[in-house]
């Protein structure tokens, strides 16, 4: 705590309602004895930058940013991170005590913890990965699994422009698969990640072929709502390795949290049952 004043932290987006963000931070908190408070700020696009002026000033130590401001905030930073400048997007910010903002991404790292704790079996040398999908979710998860050693990653989305500029950002361990040979990229690989919104409650179902999932493989899917997917489902009934998207939430809130109220907290059943509460 700086002097008297309790610090403060949010979640920056719009809308910004359906964040299960204040609920997990809330929980360490109040979990942890520790002063502080995390709350949702709906925030316009056109005020986002007298947000970033006025926050520092009311007592907020940092926030996270979700849609639609991942991009735009990088404007407003004074110092991006290496992996949030390759990302081309932030999620967690610090408003430091010298007046500077620092923006970073913890949304690979989150994926990554996730991964490495729902299957810690899983080698990333061992082969390739196949990921579906080449949006925001897509480059944080390239990002990781790139750095991770993954020898190969397949990536195929339905626009296969977006897929291109991820090859072309990423460079030549990104084989591009056409959207209607996915079921190719799946064949032989040794992790397959759903990081299109296809699955979650009210979006189309995810309709690609899926025969080529055996027992070998490591399954995970971005989408939490609902938690367990038909494609984990699938997997799942084939003898794969399944890990759900929930726990990469938590994993990503993991050093906003250490870097606003001095603690790192922990990702246990607790705080999974915190953030899933009806
Ligand atoms: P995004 O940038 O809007 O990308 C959406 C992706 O889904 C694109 O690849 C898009 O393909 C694909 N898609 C959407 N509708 C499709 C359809 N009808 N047919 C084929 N492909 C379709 O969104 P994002 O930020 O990457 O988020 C993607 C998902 O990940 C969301 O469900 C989000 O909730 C989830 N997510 C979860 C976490 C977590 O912590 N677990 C973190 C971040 C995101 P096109 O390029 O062809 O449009």
Same mark, same amino acid.
């Given at each position: 705590?700086?002097?008297?004043?309790?610090?403060?932290?949010?979640?920056?987006?719009?809308?910004?309602?359906?964040?299960?963000?204040?609920?997990?931070?809330?929980?360490?908190?109040?979990?942890?004895?520790?002063?502080?408070?995390?709350?949702?700020?709906?925030v316009a696009?056109?005020?986002?930058?007298?947000?970033?002026?006025?926050?520092?000033?009311?007592?907020?130590?940092?926030?996270?940013?979700?849609?639609?401001?991942?991009?735009?905030?990088?404007?407003?930073?004074?110092? =991006?991170?290496?992996?949030? #400048? /390759?990302? &081309? +997007? $932030?999620?967690?910010?610090?408003?430091? *005590?010298? %007046?500077?903002?620092? @923006?970073?991404?913890?949304?690979?790292?989150?994926?990554?913890e996730n991964?490495?704790?729902?299957?810690?079996?899983?080698?990333?040398?061992?082969?390739?990965?196949?990921?579906?999908?080449?949006?925001?979710?897509?480059?944080?998860?390239?990002?990781?699994?790139?750095?991770?050693?993954?020898?190969?990653?397949?990536?195929?989305?339905?626009?296969?422009?977006?897929?291109?500029?991820?090859?072309?950002?990423?460079?030549?361990?990104?084989?591009?698969?056409?959207? =209607?040979?996915?079921?190719? #990229? /799946?064949? &032989? +690989? $040794?992790?397959?990640?759903?990081?299109? *919104?296809? %699955?979650?409650?009210? @979006?189309?179902?995810?309709?690609?072929?899926?025969?080529?999932?055996?027992?070998?493989?490591?399954?995970?899917?971005?989408?939490?709502?609902?938690?367990?997917?038909?494609?984990?489902?699938?997997?799942?009934?084939?003898?794969?390795?399944?890990?759900?998207?929930?726990?990469?939430?938590?994993?990503?809130?993991?050093?906003?949290?250490?870097?606003?109220?001095?603690?790192?907290?922990?990702?246990?059943?607790?705080?999974?049952?915190?953030?899933?509460?009806?």
């Amino acid at each position: 705590m700086k002097g008297n004043r309790i610090p403060l932290a949010g979640v920056i987006g719009a809308p910004v309602a359906h964040s299960r963000s204040p609920r997990l931070h809330g929980y360490w908190l109040a979990k942890n004895g520790i002063a502080g408070h995390y709350i949702p700020l709906e925030v316009a696009s056109a005020d986002l930058e007298t947000a970033f002026a006025t926050l520092p000033k009311l007592g907020f130590v940092g926030a996270n940013v979700t849609i639609p401001h991942k991009e735009a905030v990088l404007n407003f930073a004074d110092v =991006v991170s290496d992996r949030a #400048a /390759i990302m &081309g +997007a $932030a999620n967690t910010i610090v408003f430091q *005590s010298n %007046g500077k903002v620092h @923006a970073d991404n913890t949304d690979g790292y989150g994926f990554m913890e996730n991964l490495r704790s729902g299957a810690p079996g899983w080698d990333p040398a061992v082969g390739p990965a196949a990921v579906i999908g080449a949006g925001g979710a897509a480059r944080a998860v390239i990002w990781a699994l790139l750095d991770a050693g993954v020898p190969q990653i397949r990536l195929t989305n339905r626009t296969r422009a977006r897929s291109d500029a991820l090859r072309d950002a990423f460079g030549a361990r990104i084989e591009v698969i056409e959207w =209607v040979q996915a079921g190719n #990229a /799946i064949d &032989g +690989a $040794a992790l397959v990640v759903n990081t299109t *919104s296809l %699955g979650m409650t009210g @979006a189309p179902e995810l309709r690609i072929p899926l025969d080529a999932i055996d027992d070998s493989m490591v399954v995970t899917d971005l989408v939490y709502t609902p938690l367990d997917t038909p494609l984990l489902r699938l997997a799942r009934e084939r003898g794969a390795t399944v890990v759900d998207g929930l726990g990469m939430l938590l994993h990503q809130a993991v050093p906003g949290f250490e870097r606003w109220f001095g603690f790192r907290p922990v990702v246990d059943a607790e705080a999974r049952a915190a953030v899933l509460a009806p």
